[in-house]
């Protein structure tokens, strides 16, 4: 039972436009959500999170938003650059649930020059 | 700068081996993880433990057992590797108050089984 799901394989995006990534969830109790970005060969690295009691939160080109009724956020970025080249991936954090994470499949995204 | 080291990059082993993939962190950190990462299927928890000799199941612990014997090192063990465990496996590690559960992962170990 995937309670994170990003049902977007992949995204590709041209350099300086917006790319949204998105992410659903299905457990009411999460209550921080946080997006990870990954580069080959290289393990996860955070993004840029949100809790549960806000509905956006921006860091430089990264916004991420919260609907909490749709159960759905995402992950803006813009503009798009090369480098932001990834697989991203979304995680939620279950209120009582300690420090574990529950992560989404992953979206790769290219940003085609 | 948080550094969270994986024995190996690349293993590969053979069908019933015992296989130990080895975790370091340097951050003094006590929350530590296994993941795998098969595509399609994002990042699995495996095990976890958040101290010393402790340790919990994740969501997909069959197969695996863990050990932390020292804070700073998690241990993975597939006592008799098979082919369906051929994956990307990452471990990581958090404070245990950090106010963003932010995990640091390490590098990965890629495990093909034979």
């Known amino acids: 039972d995937q309670q994170v799901k990003q049902n977007s394989p992949s995204l590709s995006v041209q350099e300086g436009r917006i790319s949204i990534l998105n992410c659903d969830y299905t457990n009411s109790m999460f209550d921080y959500f946080l997006w990870y970005k990954k580069y080959p060969a290289e393990g996860p690295t955070f993004l840029i999170s949100?809790?549960?009691?806000?509905d956006k939160n921006e860091d430089g080109r990264f916004t991420v938003f919260l609907n909490k009724s749709a159960k759905h956020l995402s992950l803006h970025i813009v503009p798009s650059q090369p480098g932001d080249s990834a697989v991203y991936f979304c995680?939620?954090?279950?209120?009582?649930?300690?420090?574990?994470?529950?992560f989404g499949q992953g979206t790769r995204l290219t940003i085609n020059p | 700068d948080v550094k969270v080291t994986q024995s190996s990059r690349y293993l590969v082993k053979r069908t019933g081996e015992k296989v130990f993939l080895e975790c370091v962190q340097d951050?003094?950190?006590?929350?530590m993880f296994w993941y795998r990462q098969d595509p399609g299927l994002g990042l699995r928890l495996i095990y976890f433990s958040y101290d010393v000799k402790m340790k919990e199941k994740g969501d997909i612990p069959e197969g695996y057992s863990v050990s932390r014997e020292k804070k700073e090192r998690f241990s993975l063990i597939l006592e008799s590797a098979s082919t369906n465990q051929t994956s990307m496996y990452l471990c990581a590690s958090s404070l245990f108050r950090d106010r963003n559960y932010e995990q640091y992962f390490g590098p990965g170990t890629r495990l093909t089984v034979t």
């Open positions: 995680a939620a954090r279950q209120r009582q649930g300690a420090q574990k994470l529950v």
């Open positions: 949100i809790s549960s009691i806000k």
């Open positions: 951050m003094d950190h006590e929350n």
